[in-house]
């Protein structure tokens, strides 16, 4: 069109095109989910806007918050259209083409590595998914404040944007028309359309509805000449109005009262292919594993066959009412720990009374937590109030007190359902249902993926700090190879024994060789390994757990059982002592003692009780430098 407006693709974007058009990649489906979610997310958005001014919705269709899925066989478009916020011209421009989104590099670098396009949606640029079916795709957009337009691409590094004055004007919302590739022929057919609506877009919370055509019986005059098999060839194609009028016709024709008989006879109407009622409504005890894990993978936009590690869907009531679903996901997304003190990274929703509010709000969840998925619903929190006001609420500081105490209580029943967790391995052997075959190991799972976000919580909730503290998982001199707990240590300290042991350094086999272990492992003792940077940083905050105090081999303080040898050697060393402290005066140590920690090496640097370990120091240089 000579009044189109042209634009070059932002070039990330454009790469990312280029690599779903020229993908080998076999389940091309996933592009139909995305648009759904799109249209979701634009219905959810008017929704929102709505509880403020009700007079955006304006009047008739336009109030309808639905989805409408249409198909021309003949042509081979595929449409998809919503009722929501809809697009002006300015954010056609940048939500399809000019702004790379942070996801945009992330994903085309996953993309060469992996190829996994399924996740698509996680990296926020489903909608490029559209060119694995189609060659040509125009999105016709309408928003309140701006007058239709067109925007269309063939994926040839360009877009067009243009002032539609020749489609059929849609009130406001957004209308995707995929012209299909020759090879996407199958999403043409109006079964696989609805097979994939059931299978992926199940728990959006809008009507879907098809265009669907329909087989009936209708009856028309019987003669026998030659009109009848042009009848017969028109029908798979005309609409029931044109037909009528056919038949009109011919009645007023025929002189004698003709014989009718039966044909079949297309017609079309819309057919709604969802249920709207939401899972977490539903009572916990009827909602099945499989219906939860697939509203986990929509939630989560990922469609990979995995199972989140847990669930935990709950009602809380009293002055706070709400309803919660929580997921622990099978993996840790890509940028859970990228700028983790900035971001703004919650992967809650929050509904208030069924109505979609926000997926950013801070407020709901302590970062630590962020890797959660699920979402909340508060009858409590007022509806008609701008997110601001909402987020000053005092109704969420019992909400989030509440979350984190289930969350907390979730992620333990993993442990305890986990037959690896338990001290009594083997006991159960006779007993192996499948469900126990299915926790097994989950817990090591979950620590693998997550362990950190525990370790940060243990250093940011203090609140909470004892009950994360039992979650924690680290190897030991005892652990043989596996992880192991804070209680199980604690079952296995010798009696005497006062304080809980730990060495932190850069890996196990390091640790393994330390003088600093020699007379303890000797004498039986179990030392922890803790051998991630962040654990220096946790065992500043994690003073003790059950009565019990932590201490750090290799730091000043230890104190094994009395040995009666003690204060002899002490005393028959004491000049050696006094002279050495002196030789080592101008440099930087504090002093110079009988140790008792070891069995074989002579001597051994000691940090002093209130500063920085070795590794301390190591961490710290490594992160100025
Ligand atoms: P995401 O949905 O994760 O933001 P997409 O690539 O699917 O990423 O969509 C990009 C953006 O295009 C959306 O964020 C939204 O602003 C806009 N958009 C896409 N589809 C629609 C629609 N049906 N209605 C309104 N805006 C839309
Ligand atoms: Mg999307």
Not at 85 to 92: A, Q, V
Not at 138 to 153: C, G, L, P, T
Request: proline share 2%; net charge negative; with cysteine.
């Amino acid at each position: 069109r000579s009044t189109a407006e042209k634009f070059e693709f932002q070039a990330e974007v454009s790469r990312l095109m280029d690599i779903i058009i020229n993908s080998l990649y076999s389940n091309k489906d996933i592009f139909l989910r995305e648009l759904i979610s799109n249209a979701s997310d634009a219905l959810d958005k008017i929704r929102f806007l709505s509880l403020t001014d009700k007079e955006i919705l304006g009047e008739g269709d336009n109030t309808k918050l639905e989805i409408q899925i249409k198909l021309d066989k003949e042509k081979k478009i595929l449409s998809i259209r919503d009722r929501g916020i809809g697009m002006t011209k300015e954010d056609l421009i940048k939500n399809l083409g000019t702004i790379a989104k942070s996801g945009t590099s992330a994903f085309v670098e996953k993309m060469q590595t992996s190829g996994d396009l399924n996740l698509i949606g996680q990296f926020g640029v489903g909608f490029y998914s559209v060119y694995l079916v189609a060659d040509y795709v125009e999105v016709i957009s309408k928003h309140n404040d701006d007058k239709q337009y067109v925007w269309e691409s063939k994926a040839d590094g360009a877009f067009a944007i243009s002032e539609d004055t020749w489609n059929e004007q849609l009130g406001r919302g957004t209308e995707v028309r995929l012209h299909l590739r020759e090879e996407a022929g199958e999403y043409a057919e109006e079964s696989k359309l609805k097979e994939l609506v059931k299978k992926y877009s199940e728990f959006i919370n809008f009507p879907i509805n098809l265009w669907a055509s329909k087989e009936v019986d209708v009856e028309v005059p019987a003669d026998d000449d030659e009109s009848n098999d042009e009848e017969e060839t028109s029908e798979s194609s005309s609409f029931e109005e044109d037909k009528e009028d056919e038949e009109k016709e011919e009645d007023e024709e025929g002189e004698k009262k003709p014989k009718t008989k039966k044909v079949k006879e297309t017609t079309y109407e819309w057919e709604l292919l969802n249920d709207v009622k939401a899972i977490w409504l539903r009572n916990p005890r009827e909602v099945t594993d499989e219906e939860y894990t697939k509203f986990y993978h929509s939630l989560a936009k990922d469609f990979s066959d995995e199972k989140p590690l847990a669930w935990s869907h709950f009602t809380a009531e009293g002055d706070v009412e709400f309803k919660a679903v929580l997921f622990v996901p099978p993996k840790a997304p890509h940028d859970l720990y990228e700028s983790y003190y900035n971001a703004n990274k919650s992967n809650l929703k929050l509904y208030v009374r069924r109505v979609f509010i926000s997926d950013e709000f801070d407020e709901l969840l302590p970062k630590y937590l962020n890797f959660l998925m699920g979402l909340v619903d508060s009858d409590t929190l007022p509806l008609n109030v701008s997110r601001e006001m909402l987020q000053q609420h005092s109704s969420l500081k019992t909400i989030k007190k509440k979350l984190i105490r289930k969350a907390l209580d979730m992620i333990r029943r993993i442990a305890e359902e986990d037959p690896d967790e338990s001290n009594d391995n083997g006991k159960k052997d006779d007993d192996e249902s499948s469900d126990i075959d299915e926790k097994k190991g989950q817990y090591a799972k979950f620590w693998n993926e997550f362990g950190k976000s525990i370790k940060l919580g243990i250093i940011e909730d203090a609140t909470n700090r004892n009950r994360l503290a039992k979650l924690l998982r680290f190897e030991s001199t005892k652990s043989g190879g596996k992880l192991t707990s804070l209680d199980q240590y604690i079952s296995r300290m010798k009696s005497g024994q006062k304080d809980i042991f730990y060495i932190t350094g850069t890996n196990k086999e390091q640790l393994e060789k330390s003088p600093f272990l020699e007379r303890l492992t000797k004498k039986n003792y179990e030392v922890i390994f803790f051998t991630d940077p962040v654990d220096e940083y946790l065992m500043q905050y994690l003073m003790d757990y059950e009565d019990k105090k932590f201490q750090n081999v290799s730091k000043e303080g230890l104190k094994l059982g009395k040995d009666s040898k003690d204060k002899e050697l002490k005393e028959s060393f004491k000049e050696l002592t006094k002279w050495w402290k002196g030789a080592l005066a101008n440099e930087n140590v504090d002093d110079v003692k009988i140790s008792n920690r070891l069995a074989d090496t002579p001597c051994v640097v000691v940090t002093s009780k209130y500063g920085w370990s070795a590794n301390m120091e190591r961490i710290m240089q490594s992160q100025t430098l």
